[in-house]
């Protein structure tokens, strides 16, 4: 198939294309490089472009034609959601309607969405399910609330179809070691982690030891990136396959708290890096873990990395090739 991949060039984009490429799909992206890098893109060609600009989007789907779209493009920073959150809105809600309006002119009706753990807030059971109510608790987790809503809207008046998968914490890099994150400002728990083992910060925080948790820091479900990549590859199957919406979580089902994210940080890497604890930081839930039994019975989604040590040893490796090459 033919698959317009918007933020392809990004951490997760970056990875799903490379995927969808391995599959045999043939792959456009479309991405601004505000964070994604040309050298990300593993597979297929690279626009540069801007959702803002309504024409390039309408030009992209209608020298490509593509027969589905795939929008990893957006902001996704819990802390500065809450700082900043007109950025957020703007980007991450009024440019995906544009990327939705230019589909509907030019007639493209299969759409991948990524969604975020971040629309339940503060779950009552865990692991949690697709069914749990809605009530985010920072901007990152409404604006995928609102686009959410508005994909269900319009799969119930017209022939469009989606499937929204709803992350979890995706980390670790490519088993291959030619991609990993590379943003500008590392703000993810485990990427800070090594970069502080590596010496780039002087320590890392851990935000927050009094959560109703067994050791009081926040516990997160934590998903390899291939493995993430390789459920948007079948997520695409199915819609293509059954023509049927769906939401979908995408996670392990086990948990980690911060303070055992930092021990196995250190372990792999064999550095005693500093840490200090200090308070919380604005917008962060106390658990979060996945239950994905719906994206396992629904596409045959298999985890294949279910393992923090490897997780962590994957974007290890990929932190001391990119300090190699100062990427
Ligand atoms: N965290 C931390 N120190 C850091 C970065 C993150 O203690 O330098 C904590 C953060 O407060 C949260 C968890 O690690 O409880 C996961 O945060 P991350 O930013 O990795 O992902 P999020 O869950 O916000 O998407």
């Not at 990004?10 to 490089?33: M, P, Q, S």
């Not at 927050?208 to 050791?215: E, L, Q």
């Amino acid at each position: 198939m033919r698959i317009l991949v918007t933020g392809g060039a990004g951490y997760i984009g970056g990875h799903a294309v490379k995927a969808l490429g391995k599959a045999g799909h043939e792959i456009c992206v479309f991405d601004n490089l505000s964070t994604g890098h040309e050298w990300a893109v593993l597979s297929g060609k690279l626009v540069k472009g801007d959702l803002e600009d309504r024409a390039a989007i309408e030009k992209v789907l209608e020298e490509f034609k593509p027969d589905a779209v795939m929008h990893f493009a957006a902001f996704i920073q819990v802390e500065e959601s809450v700082r900043e959150p007109l950025k957020y809105y703007r980007n991450n809600v009024a440019n995906t309607l544009n990327l939705l309006e230019a589909m509907r002119e030019r007639g493209v009706g299969n759409f991948i969405y990524s969604s975020t753990a971040a629309v339940y807030g503060i779950p009552e059971h865990i692991p949690v399910r697709e069914t749990a109510p809605l009530l985010p608790i920072n901007p990152y987790g409404m604006t995928k609330v609102m686009i959410e809503r508005v994909l269900a809207d319009l799969a119930a008046a017209t022939d469009f179809r989606y499937v929204a998968l709803r992350y979890f914490n995706v980390a670790g890099a490519d088993s291959g070691g030619q991609l990993g994150q590379a943003y500008k400002e590392a703000t993810h728990l485990i990427t800070r982690a090594l970069k502080t083992a590596h010496g780039e910060f002087p320590k890392l925080f851990i935000y927050g030891t009094d959560y109703p948790t067994p050791d009081g820091t926040c516990i997160r479900d934590y998903i390899h990136v291939d493995d993430l990549a390789d459920a948007h590859v079948k997520a695409l199957d199915h819609l293509v396959g059954t023509g049927r919406s769906e939401v979908m979580n995408c996670g392990y089902g086990s948990g980690y708290s911060v303070k055992e994210v930092v021990e196995t940080a250190k372990r792999v890497t064999g550095i005693d890096f500093p840490v200090e604890e200090t308070g919380r930081r604005a917008g962060d839930p106390p658990a979060l873990v996945a239950d994905s039994s719906k994206l396992m019975q629904t596409t045959g989604w298999k985890p294949k990395y279910n393992d923090l040590e490897y997780i962590i040893k994957t974007a290890w490796e990929w932190e001391k090739k990119v300090r190699g090459t100062r990427r």
